[in-house]
């Protein structure tokens, strides 16, 4: 067989972009497949942002993924959005198909996998509680109410910000969406069966923090879901477990979030366990 020494180019676009660690999940899974591909993060301004996105046609990359501060703004250099991108409004996945630039948004979809396989529940008729409402939260929210949960509470501390992603969620899903607002202690309610942490609390400096909420009166099989994962055992979370409460922790998410997203690009399967233990490592995580 001839030599190919040519690599398969697919990163990250962001600012900052130095500590994020998904590449080396990815690569990881490269290596497993043996496939000559390589996963680079590329520090991308705002301003550079419709450049950056020319230069994928240029170099024929098969794929980025969008981190802060692009992963609204990359929607206007997009030939297209999923239908899932489309009612989140944020795109994290960009694949390209026949030369056209597809967005795609895998953070949902990835939590939904977690949820699934790690925690073992199908959140199909669950009624959920979430709290906050910035593009973790669209995202976890618009794939739980199409994977049919029976109700979505989203809490969030501003109201606006609250309200806004209720009715788009709404109008994106028709689903049972609602929306309350974050005063004092949030006690979690009795009939909840999946609690779900999508706001930036507990991360890390900040690992001291956790989200103002009570588990008293919560059912002991409700599910305790943290997006934040780093650390992987959040305040958060070891409450939950000291209360009795099962737990799923937000490097489940970020994984199978890779995992999508490595599938939609190569078109093949990833050695997950290969991905997470890399991801698990790059993070000092034991
Ligand atoms: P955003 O900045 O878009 O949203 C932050 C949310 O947190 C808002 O709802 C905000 O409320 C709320 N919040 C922050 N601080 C406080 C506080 N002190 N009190 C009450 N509410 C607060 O962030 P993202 O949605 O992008 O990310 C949220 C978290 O999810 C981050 O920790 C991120 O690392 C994690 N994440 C994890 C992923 C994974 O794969 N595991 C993937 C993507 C994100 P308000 O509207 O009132 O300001």
């Known amino acids: 067989m001839p030599a190919n020494y040519q690599a398969e180019i697919v990163g990250v676009f962001g600012q900052p972009v130095a500590e994020n660690p998904t590449g080396i999940m990815q690569e990881a899974g490269f290596v497993a497949a043996g496939l000559n591909w390589r996963y680079l993060n590329f520090e991308v301004p705002p301003e550079n942002l419709g450049a950056a996105m020319r230069a994928m046609d240029a170099l024929g990359m098969r794929g980025v993924n969008l981190t802060i501060p692009h992963k609204v703004a990359v929607i206007s250099h997009l030939d297209d959005l999923s239908p899932e991108a489309r009612a989140i409004g944020a795109v994290n996945t960009v694949r390209v198909i026949d030369g056209k630039k597809i967005g795609e948004n895998t953070d949902g979809k990835g939590f939904l996998r977690g949820v699934r396989i790690d925690a073992g529940v199908n959140p199909a008729g669950k009624r959920v509680v979430l709290l906050g409402a910035g593009g973790a939260a669209r995202a976890i929210g618009t794939e739980l109410v199409l994977a049919g949960a029976a109700d979505l509470l989203v809490v969030n501390r501003s109201l606006v910000r609250g309200r806004v992603m209720v009715a788009d969620l709404r109008t994106a899903t028709g689903g049972p969406v609602r929306f309350a607002p974050w005063r004092g202690t949030y006690a979690v309610p009795e009939w909840c069966d999946v609690f779900v942490n999508a706001t930036s609390i507990g991360l890390f400096p900040d690992v001291e923090a956790m989200p103002d909420v009570n588990f008293a009166a919560a059912s002991n099989k409700m599910l ?55 991801l698990r490592e790059a993070l000092g995580v034991a």
């Open 224 to 278: 305790v879901a943290d997006a934040v994962f780093n650390p992987p055992e959040t305040r958060l979370l070891a409450t939950a477990k000291a209360r009795g409460l099962a737990t799923l922790d937000g490097l489940s998410m970020l994984v199978y979030q890779g995992v999508i997203a490595f599938e939609m690009w190569t078109g093949k399967s990833p050695d997950e366990r290969a991905m997470k233990s890399a």
